[in-house]
Protein backbone atom coordinates (compact mmCIF):
# COMPACT_ATOMS: atom_id res chain seq x y z
CA UNK A 1 0.00 0.00 0.00
CA UNK A 2 1.48 3.45 -1.44
CA UNK A 3 2.04 6.04 1.64
CA UNK A 4 -1.07 7.98 0.26
CA UNK A 5 -3.70 5.20 0.42
CA UNK A 6 -2.65 5.11 3.92
CA UNK A 7 -3.26 8.59 5.09
CA UNK A 8 -6.35 8.69 3.24
CA UNK A 9 -7.55 4.84 5.27
CA UNK A 10 -6.63 7.34 8.44
CA UNK A 11 -8.27 10.03 7.69
CA UNK A 12 -11.97 7.63 7.17
CA UNK A 13 -11.54 6.08 9.96
CA UNK A 14 -10.64 9.26 11.99
CA UNK A 15 -13.49 10.54 10.44
CA UNK A 16 -16.13 7.52 10.85
CA UNK A 17 -15.16 7.12 15.01
CA UNK A 18 -15.87 10.82 15.65
CA UNK A 19 -19.27 10.87 13.72
CA UNK A 20 -19.65 7.79 15.20
CA UNK A 21 -19.33 9.20 18.71
CA UNK A 22 -21.12 12.19 17.62
CA UNK A 23 -24.37 10.20 16.80
CA UNK A 24 -24.10 8.03 19.68
CA UNK A 25 -24.07 11.08 21.66
CA UNK A 26 -27.04 12.20 20.61
CA UNK A 27 -28.32 9.01 20.85
CA UNK A 28 -28.13 8.85 24.37
CA UNK A 29 -29.61 12.65 25.23
CA UNK A 30 -32.60 11.37 23.09
CA UNK A 31 -33.23 8.56 25.15
CA UNK A 32 -32.85 10.87 28.30
CA UNK A 33 -35.55 13.51 27.28
CA UNK A 34 -37.82 9.99 26.76
CA UNK A 35 -36.91 9.14 30.20
CA UNK A 36 -37.76 12.43 31.60
CA UNK A 37 -40.73 13.01 29.25
CA UNK A 38 -42.39 9.72 30.54
CA UNK A 39 -40.73 9.91 33.83
CA UNK A 40 -44.17 9.69 37.08
CA UNK A 41 -43.31 12.76 38.18
CA UNK A 42 -43.90 14.82 34.96
CA UNK A 43 -47.00 12.63 33.92
CA UNK A 44 -48.63 13.92 37.38
CA UNK A 45 -47.66 17.03 35.88
CA UNK A 46 -49.21 17.07 32.79
CA UNK A 47 -52.24 15.34 34.30
CA UNK A 48 -52.36 17.63 36.44
CA UNK A 49 -52.39 20.51 33.48
CA UNK A 50 -54.77 18.24 31.91
CA UNK A 51 -57.34 18.03 34.34
CA UNK A 52 -57.07 22.06 35.55
CA UNK A 53 -58.21 22.52 31.61
CA UNK A 54 -60.85 20.02 31.93
CA UNK A 55 -61.89 18.59 35.16
CA UNK A 56 -63.46 15.81 33.76
CA UNK A 57 -60.35 14.59 31.62
CA UNK A 58 -60.28 10.94 31.29
CA UNK A 59 -63.63 10.46 32.11
CA UNK A 60 -66.50 9.48 29.74
CA UNK A 61 -67.82 13.44 30.54
CA UNK A 62 -64.72 15.05 29.49
CA UNK A 63 -63.16 16.11 26.05
CA UNK A 64 -59.86 14.75 27.03
CA UNK A 65 -59.51 11.11 26.65
CA UNK A 66 -55.98 10.32 26.53
CA UNK A 67 -52.31 12.17 26.02
CA UNK A 68 -49.21 10.57 24.57
CA UNK A 69 -45.46 12.44 24.66
CA UNK A 70 -44.33 13.12 20.93
CA UNK A 71 -40.98 12.21 21.32
CA UNK A 72 -40.01 13.38 18.12
CA UNK A 73 -41.08 17.09 19.14
CA UNK A 74 -38.63 16.87 22.61
CA UNK A 75 -35.77 19.36 22.63
CA UNK A 76 -33.72 21.31 25.60
CA UNK A 77 -34.45 24.82 25.91
CA UNK A 78 -31.28 27.17 26.42
CA UNK A 79 -32.98 28.83 29.09
CA UNK A 80 -33.15 25.81 31.06
CA UNK A 81 -35.90 22.64 30.65
CA UNK A 82 -37.59 20.46 28.55
CA UNK A 83 -39.51 21.30 25.90
CA UNK A 84 -42.67 19.15 25.19
CA UNK A 85 -45.02 18.63 23.21
CA UNK A 86 -48.26 16.20 24.00
CA UNK A 87 -50.87 14.96 21.81
CA UNK A 88 -54.35 14.59 22.62
CA UNK A 89 -57.42 12.47 21.83
CA UNK A 90 -54.54 10.90 19.39
CA UNK A 91 -54.96 13.72 17.11
CA UNK A 92 -52.27 15.64 15.87
CA UNK A 93 -53.60 18.86 15.64
CA UNK A 94 -54.90 19.03 19.30
CA UNK A 95 -51.92 19.44 21.52
CA UNK A 96 -50.73 21.09 24.47
CA UNK A 97 -47.10 22.07 24.51
CA UNK A 98 -44.93 22.70 27.56
CA UNK A 99 -41.59 22.75 29.24
CA UNK A 100 -40.73 20.30 31.98
CA UNK A 101 -38.23 22.05 34.87
CA UNK A 102 -36.75 20.40 36.81
CA UNK A 103 -37.81 21.90 40.90
CA UNK A 104 -34.31 20.31 42.40
CA UNK A 105 -36.95 18.16 44.96
CA UNK A 106 -37.68 15.11 42.20
CA UNK A 107 -40.54 17.53 41.09
CA UNK A 108 -40.87 19.14 37.72
CA UNK A 109 -42.95 22.55 37.39
CA UNK A 110 -43.57 24.18 33.93
CA UNK A 111 -43.13 27.91 33.58
CA UNK A 112 -45.41 27.66 30.64
CA UNK A 113 -48.38 25.44 28.46
CA UNK A 114 -49.57 26.03 25.32
CA UNK A 115 -52.54 25.17 23.97
CA UNK A 116 -53.24 24.50 20.09
CA UNK A 117 -56.43 26.05 18.44
CA UNK A 118 -57.88 22.57 17.88
CA UNK A 119 -57.44 22.42 21.94
CA UNK A 120 -59.02 25.25 22.12
CA UNK A 121 -61.87 25.25 20.40
CA UNK A 122 -62.70 21.62 21.32
CA UNK A 123 -62.67 23.11 24.98
CA UNK A 124 -64.77 26.25 24.18
CA UNK A 125 -67.57 23.87 22.19
CA UNK A 126 -67.65 21.26 25.39
CA UNK A 127 -67.38 24.10 27.71
CA UNK A 128 -70.58 25.38 25.81
CA UNK A 129 -72.45 21.70 26.44
Do not use: C
Not at 8 to 25: D, K, P
Request: hydrophobic share 35%; aromatic share 10%.
Amino acid sequence: MSKQLKRIGLIVLVLGIGIGGFRMYHYQEKQKMIAIAHSKEARQLYEDYLKQEDPNAFTSRGFIESYEVNEDSMSYNPMGGLMIQLIINNNKDMTVSLNLIDNGDGKFISAYYVTSKEFWETQEQHQKE
